[in-house]
């Protein structure tokens, strides 16, 4: 079974530190590229950034630039999404995804999703 699973989101203080993993299983990680996404109730869905299949190319977009981080470990099938200096406004679902070959920066190219994890920013 296809299936990405996302974990690692929790509560943290502002200024603070989280690392989410998104684990697939049912399929190669080299294959695909990875994306990273947001979505907080009533807003679109928000991509945030993205690992490349081939090339391992990353993207990030502008309001999390310098502040996370993507890899990827190809031994545990698993990208990661580092995420330091945490602000209220990073709270959040956040969700992985699956796109064949390169990145894209919108949810609608992306085909596999994961469940999602929940990331609070407070005091």
């Known amino acids: 079974q296809v299936q990405l699973v996302e974990s690692g989101g929790g509560l943290v203080q502002p200024g603070g530190s989280l690392t989410l993993s998104c684990t697939a299983s049912?399929?190669?990680?080299?294959?695909?590229?990875i994306g990273w996404f947001r979505q907080v109730p009533g807003k679109e869905r928000e991509g945030l950034s993205c690992?490349?299949?081939?090339?391992?190319?990353?993207y990030y977009v502008d309001s999390v630039k310098g502040r996370f981080t993507i890899s990827r470990d190809r031994a545990k099938n698993t990208v990661y999404l580092q995420m330091n200096d945490l602000k209220p406004e990073d709270s959040a679902v956040y969700y992985c995804?699956?796109?064949?070959?390169?990145?894209?920066?919108?949810?609608?190219?992306?085909?596999?999703w994961g469940q999602g994890t929940q990331v609070q920013v407070a005091v």
């Open positions: 995804a699956r796109r064949t070959y390169d990145c894209a920066p919108l949810p609608v190219n992306y085909a596999i």
């Open positions: 049912g399929f190669t990680l080299d294959y695909f590229a």
């Open positions: 690992i490349s299949s081939e090339s391992g190319s990353r």
